[in-house]
C-alpha cells in the first residue's frame, strides 16, 4: 500500500537532522568515532554506517490517516488513527497473534520470602497456556522487595538464556541487576523468551506456535518477536493477581531483539505503563528508510522467522512501507518510553533511533503533559528525556549494561 500523506514538515526536519549530522563535530552532540565506523565499514563492506551515504527520505505522515484526515487531537488519535497505526505494523511487520482461545492458569511452583538476605520474596511462577489437550508453561521469575506494599515492576525479556538471570543470585549479570533494583523499590521480574518460541526459523511447528496457530500460515501471521511480546503481557495477567506487584505500575524492557520485542509488546498492551527499548536497531527504534548498519534485507535474510512474510515486501523496497519505526514509537504514548543506545553499536543506528523518537513527539504531545527532546543527538553518557520520553546513548559496544540500567531506573522514578 502506498501513502500519499507524506508531509512537508518531515522533509524539512529530515534535511534538518541530516545537516545537524554532518556537521555535529562538537562536544555538545554524539557522533559516531571514525574509528568505529571503519572497523564496522571494514568487516561488511555491503552495510553502511556513514552518514553522508544515507539516501534521501520521507517518513510517512505519523498524524493523517490512510484516508486524508489530519489528526488534531488525542482523542482522534486513540479513536482512529492509532487503531490504524497499530494494525498497519501487525500487517506489515510483526503480524497478528491468532484469535484461537485458550486457557491460563498460574502455579506459585516456589517462595523464599527471605531471599536476597531478606530484602526480597522470591516467586517462581509457571504461567501455563493451553488449548485442548496443548500446554506450554511460560516461566517467570520475581523478586519483590519486602516492603509489605505493592511494588512497581521492571519485567525483562530475557532474549540472552537463563545463565543471566539466575534466580539463586549465585551468578550475578549486568544484564539483569536484580539487588540494585530491588534497593531501589522495584519488583524484577524476567522470563525466558525461548519458552514462547525459540529463537530459530524452524517452521513454525513449536513453542506457542504449536498451541495457537490454525491453518495454513498466512502473509500476516505472527513471527516470533510477536510471540515474545505476547508472553510479555501472560506475565503482565499474572501481575494483576499478585498483591505484590502493582500491575499499573509495570515497564517492559528489552535488549536488542528484546528491544524490538518490548516496542511491540507495549504498542499492543497499553497496560504497560513503561517501555524501555535498549539497543532495538531495525525492526525497533531505528528507522527502515535511513538503510544504516542492519537493514530489512539483512533482518529478513539472517533472522526469517521473527517477523510476519509481509515484511519481505520492503526488503530494498523500505520507501513503500506504509509505516516507519517513528510511528512504532508513537503507539507507547501517552504512557513513557525509554530508547537507549551506544555508542560503538551503529549496526543498530543509533542516531537514526534518536531521529525515531523525536518524529514520534508529535503524537506524544497530542498527550499532556508536553514532551521535548533536544535537536541534536545528546553528548555520549548524557541521558536526556522532556515530558514521556527519555533518551541515552552508553559508551562502550552493544549490551545492556547497570549503568543503563541505572539511567533506565532514574526515569522509571519519574514515570513509574
Ligand atoms: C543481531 C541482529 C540485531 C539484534 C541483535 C541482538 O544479530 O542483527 O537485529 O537483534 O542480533 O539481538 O543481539
Given amino acids: 500500500m502506498r501513502l500519499i500523506c507524506y508531509y512537508l514538515p518531515a522533509v524539512i526536519f529530515a534535511l534538518f537532522t541530516f545537516t545537524v549530522d554532518l556537521s555535529a563535530q562538537t562536544n555538545e552532540s554524539w557522533k559516531a568515532s571514525e574509528a568505529v565506523i571503519e572497523k564496522l565499514s571494514n568487516n561488511r563492506t ?38 490504524e497505526v497499530l494494525e498497519l505494523f ?16 498460574f502455579t506459585i511452583v516456589s517462595k523464599d520470602d527471605k531471599a536476597l538476605g531478606g530484602l526480597a520474596t522470591l516467586k517462581m511462577v509457571d504461567i501455563t497456556i493451553s488449548s485442548g489437550e496443548k500446554k506450554l508453561v511460560i516461566h517467570l521469575t520475581l523478586f519483590t522487595p519486602n516492603t509489605g506494599k505493592p511494588s512497581p515492576v521492571l519485567l525483562l525479556i530475557d532474549n540472552r538464556g537463563p545463565l543471566n538471570t539466575d534466580p539463586s543470585r549465585q551468578k550475578k549479570s ?22 514462547l518460541d525459540p529463537d530459530k526459523f ?14 495454513t500460515r498466512k502473509s500476516d501471521s505472527w513471527g516470533t ?15 494483576e ?17 528484546g528491544g524490538k520485542t518490548a516496542l511491540w509488546a507495549g504498542a499492543e498492551d497499553q497496560r504497560f505503563s513503561l517501555v524501555i527499548s535498549n539497543e532495538s536497531g531495525c525492526g525497533g527504534a531505528a528507522p527502515a528508510r535511513r538503510r544504516f548498519g542492519e537493514t530489512v534485507s539483512i533482518i529478513n535474510t539472517a533472522f526469517p522467522h521473527w517477523f510476519c512474510l509481509n515484511y519481505r515486501k520492503y526488503i530494498d ?66 541521558p536526556v528525556s522532556g515530558g514521556k520520553v527519555g ?25 513509574l
Fill in 202 to 215: 524452524d517452521d513454525f511447528k513449536n513453542g506457542i506456535h504449536a498451541i495457537l496457530d490454525e491453518g
Fill in 174 to 195: 549486568e544484564f539483569w541487576p536484580v539487588e540494585e533494583g530491588i534497593a531501589r523499590g522495584y519488583a524484577m521480574a524476567v522470563f525466558y523468551n525461548a519458552d
Fill in 46 to 83: 555491503n552495510v553502511n554506517y556513514r552518514e553522508e551515504k544515507v539516501p534521501e527520505y520521507v517518513l510517512p505522515d505519523q498524524l493523517m490517516t490512510v484516508g486524508g484526515i489530519k489528526i488534531k487531537n488525542a482523542e482522534q488519535w486513540t479513536e482512529s488513527r492509532r487503531k
Fill in 225 to 239: 518477536l510477536a510471540a515474545w511480546a505476547w508472553g510479555a503481557s501472560r506475565c503482565m495477567d499474572y501481575f
Fill in 317 to 382: 523496497n523500505e520507501d513503500e512501507m506504509p509505516v516507519d519505526m517513528h510511528m512504532l514509537l508513537g503507539l507507547i504514548a501517552p504512557r513513557s518510553l525509554y530508547v537507549a543506545c551506544a555508542d560503538e553499536d551503529l549496526w543498530g543506528d543509533p542516531a537514526g533511533s534518536y531521529i525515531s523518537l523525536q518524529h514520534s513527539l508529535p503524537i506524544f504531545n497530542l498527550f499532556k503533559p508536553a514532551s521535548s527532546l533536544p535537536a541534536l543527538i545528546p553528548p555520549l553518557d548524557t
Fill in 391 to 415: 533518551f541515552h546513548i552508553r559508551s562502550g559496544d552493544h549490551n545492556m549494561l547497570l549503568k543503563d540500567w541505572n539511567w533506565f531506573m532514574d526515569f522509571a522514578d519519574k514515570h
Fill in 90 to 105: 501487525r500487517e506489515n511487520v510483526f503480524g497478528r497473534v491468532p484469535s484461537t482461545p485458550y486457557d491460563k492458569s
Fill in 241 to 257: 493477581t499478585d498483591t505484590d506487584t502493582d500491575s499499573k505500575r509495570v515497564a517492559v524492557i528489552g535488549h536488542s531483539r
